[in-house]
T-cell receptor, first 114, second 112 residues
Framework: GAVVSQHPSRVICKSGTSVKIECRSL??????MFWYRQFPKQSLMLMAT?????????EQGVEKDKFLINHASLTLSTLTVTSAHPEDSSFYIC??????????FGPGTRLTVT | AQSVTQPDIHITVSEGASLELRCNYS??????LFWYVQSPGQGLQLLLK??????LVQGIKGFEAEFKRSQSSFNLRKPSVHWSDAAEYFC??????????FGAGTRLTVKP
C-alpha cells in the first residue's frame, strides 16, 4: 500500500510555456502533500506544503506565483510551473501523507525547459 | 527548526565490505528519523525509520540504523555491501509540525 504516482515522468517544454505536474495517492487519502525539487547531485529542497482544500504554504524563496499548487482532493495535488525558464529545469518530487510523520514519495518528474 | 548533516559526500567501499553512513541531526525534541535511497533518475525508497522504542532499527535490503540521542546521530549500517547498493543515500528528520528536512546526501560507490 501507500503508493504515490506522478505524471508525467518526463516533460520537455519551451521557455515561456507552463507545465502541470500531477501527484496522486493511489491507495490512500492524503491530507497533506509536499512538493520538493532536486537539482543534479543535490538534496531535496522542500518547496511547499499543501493541505486539501486550503492554500499551499510555500517555503521562503519559492515564488508562489510561479509555482502554483492546487490540492483539490484528498488524492490529487498539482504543481504548475508557469512561464517556465531554463533555470526551472529540475527533478520535482511530491510526497503524500495520511498520518503524522510518514511521507510516501512519488517517483519524480524530470522537467527540462529549452 | 530541525536540520540534518551528512558529513560524507561520497564514500567508496569494496563489494562485501561493511558500510556505515553518518547522519547527525539537530532538533530540540525527539526527532523522527528516516533513511532513504535514491537510484539515478528515480524517486526515493524508504530504507528504515525511527519514531520511538528500540534504538536499533532494522530496515529493508539488510540495512540497519542506530539512534544515539547523546550523539544526535542516526548512522546507517550494512555488514556486507552488494554492487546493487550503489546509489545516493539521504537521511531525513521529521518534526512535530510534520515537516521533513533532508541531508545533503551521501553517494555510495561499490568497487568490484
Amino acid at each position: 500500500g501507500a503508493v504515490v504516482s506522478q505524471h508525467p515522468s518526463r516533460v520537455i517544454c519551451k521557455s515561456g510555456t507552463s507545465v502541470k505536474i500531477e501527484c496522486r495517492s493511489l491507495d490512500f487519502q492524503a491530507t497533506t502533500m509536499f512538493w520538493y525539487r532536486q537539482f543534479p547531485k543535490q538534496s531535496l529542497m522542500l518547496m511547499a506544503t499543501s493541505n486539501e482544500g486550503s492554500k499551499a504554504t510555500y517555503e521562503q524563496g519559492v515564488e508562489k506565483d510561479k509555482f502554483l499548487i492546487n490540492h483539490a482532493s484528498l488524492t490529487l495535488s498539482t504543481l504548475t510551473v508557469t512561464s517556465a525558464h531554463p533555470e526551472d529545469s529540475s527533478f520535482y518530487i511530491c510526497s503524500a501523507r495520511n498520518q503524522p510523520y510518514e511521507q510516501y514519495f512519488g517517483p519524480g518528474t524530470r522537467l527540462t525547459v529549452t | 527548526a530541525q536540520s540534518v548533516t551528512q558529513p560524507d559526500i561520497h564514500i567508496t567501499v569494496s563489494e562485501g565490505a561493511s558500510l556505515e553512513l553518518r547522519c547527525n541531526y539537530s532538533y530540540g525534541a525527539t526527532p523522527y528519523l528516516f533513511w532513504y535511497v535514491q537510484s539515478p533518475g528515480q524517486g526515493l525508497q524508504l530504507l528504515l525509520k525511527y519514531f520511538s522504542g528500540d534504538t536499533l532499527v532494522q530496515g529493508i535490503k539488510g540495512f540497519e540504523a542506530e539512534f544515539k540521542r547523546s550523539q544526535s546521530s542516526f548512522n546507517l549500517r550494512k555488514p556486507s555491501v552488494h554492487w546493487s547498493d550503489a546509489a545516493e543515500y539521504f537521511c531525513a528528520v521529521g518534526a512535530d509540525n510534520n515537516d521533513m528536512r533532508f541531508g545533503a546526501g551521501t553517494r555510495l560507490t561499490v568497487k568490484p
